[in-house]
């Protein structure tokens, strides 16, 4: 039962993600600045960060699934945030290696994965034509809004979710058997 518990917690946040802007003021949604939630994602960091082993990418392949059921349920193209969830996760899990897993490295790989996955999107958002906005004004109307509140996110979820993902990993990879 164990091994359902992150695609559970993953499956969560993509529902919670798309009536995220209900619960807030109206104030910050109707106002000037463009916040995205990327909860799957931060969660798909802590993964990898507290869960996966060296040899492990269990992140990238949730990274996989939930980019594409992204890329379904809330955006009109197929295969931006498939692409490119994995692709940041992976790197995540490739400084994961030379750094030690505490708070402030979490938290720095969780503000550079978040930056990453936005940048990226209004890369190919903006070759494809879907956006018609400059990089100044994705910098300081989106970028920087959206790091502040996933950044807020990251600091409920942490002491949340750590001690359980590092349970979940001892308990899992203790018998290598269990792969």
Do not use: C
């Not at 349920?73 to 995540?92: H, K, N």
């Not at 034509?129 to 996110?153: C, D, H, K, M, V």
Request: no cysteine; hydrophobic share 55%; charged share 10%.
């Amino acid at each position: 039962m164990k091994r359902f518990y992150l695609p559970l917690f993953l499956l969560f946040f993509l529902i919670i993600e798309g009536v995220a802007q209900d619960f807030l003021p109206n104030s910050l949604v109707t106002g000037q600045w463009m916040v995205v939630a990327h909860w799957v994602l931060i969660y798909l960091v802590l993964i990898s960060v507290f869960y996966d082993l060296e040899y492990t990418y269990l992140s990238v392949m949730y990274g996989i699934v939930f980019g594409l059921m992204i890329d379904v349920v809330y955006t009109s193209v197929l295969g931006v945030y498939m692409f490119i969830y994995p692709l940041v996760v992976y790197a995540v899990h490739g400084m994961k290696k030379m750094l030690h897993t505490n708070f402030f490295v979490a938290l720095l790989l969780t503000v550079i994965a978040v930056g990453l996955a936005d940048t990226g999107v209004y890369i190919v958002y903006s070759f494809i034509g879907i956006t018609g906005i400059s990089w100044q004004e994705f910098l300081y109307i989106r970028l920087i809004p959206t790091l502040l509140a996933n950044l807020i996110f990251f600091l409920l979820i942490y002491p949340l979710t750590k001690r359980k993902l590092v349970e979940w990993s001892k308990e899992r990879f203790s018998n290598s058997n269990n792969l």
